[in-house]
């Protein structure tokens, strides 16, 4: 399975600002996503992040309040902009690996945000 | 809309004991399942996986079964350990190329 770093692994942060998660896999793979999940609850999805295109993004989630990059095969970021309390949540990063004749998803340890 | 869920959203076993663990889905169209196992302070972690041609598939002391008829999947953990404490989501794909459709989790307790 790949090895995914993500950081920051938790912040603190003001309403209004914004913060930018990084996300670096140690292989390169073709599928990158980004998953919300709040406290208590299940995962998410945000978007698909998309190697040399924008991001594809689910019902409920804009480019403007999460812009996503996707440089390259091994990195990405994700950007929770003009924060509020709200947006306090877990965020992870996720790669699918073919594996045993089927896409798996591994995720990243998550990075937790907390909005002030 | 169509959706994955799960029967409880905690269960307390005892040390020693075995761990059943329940989901519903009603996506008649999934054709893929897996469990992850969520500590606390970590990411999801991949247990265990089955494909809808399959209704049973065993790991290192867990087991997955899956019963199409009535669209439920269980996660059986033998002899439960304190480090099975957890949070376990299971998940569901519809074949598209999206990522995956999680539960709502199950919090796994242990009691010494």
């Known amino acids: 399975s790949a090895v995914i770093s993500q950081k920051p692994s938790r912040d603190i942060c003001q309403r209004g600002t914004s913060l930018t998660i990084q996300c670096q896999v140690d292989?390169?793979?073709?599928?990158m996503f980004w998953y919300r999940q709040q406290p208590g609850q299940s995962l998410t999805l945000i978007a698909t992040?998309?190697?040399?295109?924008?991001?594809?993004?689910e019902s409920g989630f804009v480019i403007d309040k999460f812009p996503i990059s996707r440089p390259n095969l091994t990195f990405s970021t994700l950007t929770v902009s003009n924060m509020s309390p709200e947006d306090s949540s877990i965020y992870l990063c996720?790669?699918?690996?073919?594996?045993?004749?089927?896409?798996?998803?591994?995720f990243g340890s998550g990075t937790q945000l907390s909005v002030l | 809309g169509e959706s994955v869920g799960l029967h409880l959203p905690t269960l307390s076993v005892q040390e020693g004991d075995n761990s059943i663990i329940n989901c519903a889905y009603s996506?008649?169209?999934?054709?893929?399942f897996i469990w992850y196992k969520q500590e606390s302070g970590k990411g999801p972690q991949f247990i265990i996986d089955i494909r809808s041609n399959m209704d049973k598939r065993q790991g290192q002391r867990v087991t997955v079964l899956l019963n199409k008829t009535v669209k439920h999947l269980s996660l059986q953990i033998a002899a439960t350990q304190p480090g099975d404490s957890a949070v376990y989501f299971c998940?569901?794909?519809?074949?598209?190329?999206?990522?995956?459709?999680f539960g709502k989790g199950t919090h796994l307790i242990i009691q010494p």
């Open positions: 998940a569901e794909e519809g074949g598209g190329a999206d990522g995956l459709t």
């Open positions: 996720s790669v699918g690996a073919f594996m045993a004749g089927r896409e798996k998803l591994f």
């Open positions: 996506n008649s169209a999934s054709d893929y």
């Open positions: 292989s390169q793979v073709t599928m």
């Open positions: 992040a998309n190697q040399g295109s924008e991001a594809t993004y």
